[in-house]
């Protein structure tokens, strides 16, 4: 079993949709949680964090399952601009501090027009 | 405030030689790690470097080494090159503080071609 699994998509919607992306991991121990978001053959930048109680970034609303070990993202009002690959990540922290971030393969956003 | 730095951009070897990659880190930020990115894969944990020693490696062999400089900089070497090895080659930086380290933040990365 992957360490983190997604549905790699694509996932192909009309402007102004909402879609939603969700994700598992395997290590119950795994510290914090995040959406990273991937542009076609660019570095990973960091689109939020994930917290237990569920948080909010303008049109993103990230929540996190820690008895399921499931964390979501949640994308309203689909722009084109939000087409990319989106990362759900996982900190394995490391004995004596520092970490580790596990990804899983991404999903694919297509918006269309 | 300049962000992760990684030179070179682009590197093209062949079979069986060596290469060195070089990251430099986000100002105020003494934590690098070494990712590796293969076409249609979420990056894959090499290792972490932290006050010049390596902290722990993911599920790569021997063939990848690294070092850190004082002044937090870092370089990846990759010996005897595999077909294997072309990937993007990530480098991202944190700070450390006590025992839990802030939010990692990516450089541009190094594409490596192995032919």
């Known amino acids: 079993r992957k360490e983190v699994e997604q549905d790699p998509g694509p996932f192909n919607v009309p402007e102004g949709a909402t879609v939603a992306f969700n994700c598992t991991y395997s290590?119950?121990?795994?510290?914090?949680f995040f959406w990273y978001r991937q542009d076609c053959r660019k570095e990973p930048k960091l689109l939020m964090s994930v917290y237990s109680s569920g948080n909010e970034d303008g049109r993103f609303t990230a929540q996190l399952n820690r008895a399921s070990q499931y964390i979501s993202l949640l994308i309203r009002d689909s722009k084109l601009s939000d087409s990319a690959t989106y990362l759900c990540?996982?900190?394995?922290?490391?004995?004596?501090?520092?970490?580790?971030?596990?990804f899983g393969t991404g999903t694919q956003l297509k918006v269309e027009l | 405030d300049a962000g992760v730095t990684q030179s070179p951009t682009h590197l093209i070897k062949t079979r069986g030689q060596q290469v060195t990659l070089r990251c430099s880190p986000k100002?105020?930020?003494?934590?690098v790690s070494w990712y590796q990115q293969a076409l249609g894969q979420g990056p894959q944990f090499i290792f972490q470097?932290?006050?010049?020693?390596?902290?722990q490696r993911g599920n790569f062999p021997d063939r990848f080494s690294g070092h850190q400089f004082p002044n937090y900089s870092s370089e990846l070497n990759v010996n005897a090159l595999l077909l294997g090895d072309s990937a993007l080659y990530l480098c991202a930086s944190s700070k450390l503080s006590g025992t839990v380290t802030d939010t990692q933040y990516f450089g541009p990365g190094t594409r490596l071609t192995v032919l």
């Open positions: 990540v996982v900190n394995d922290g490391l004995t004596g501090g520092g970490n580790k971030l596990t």
């Open positions: 100002s105020g930020h003494d934590t």
């Open positions: 470097y932290y006050e010049e020693e390596e902290r």
């Open positions: 290590n119950s121990a795994s510290q914090s």
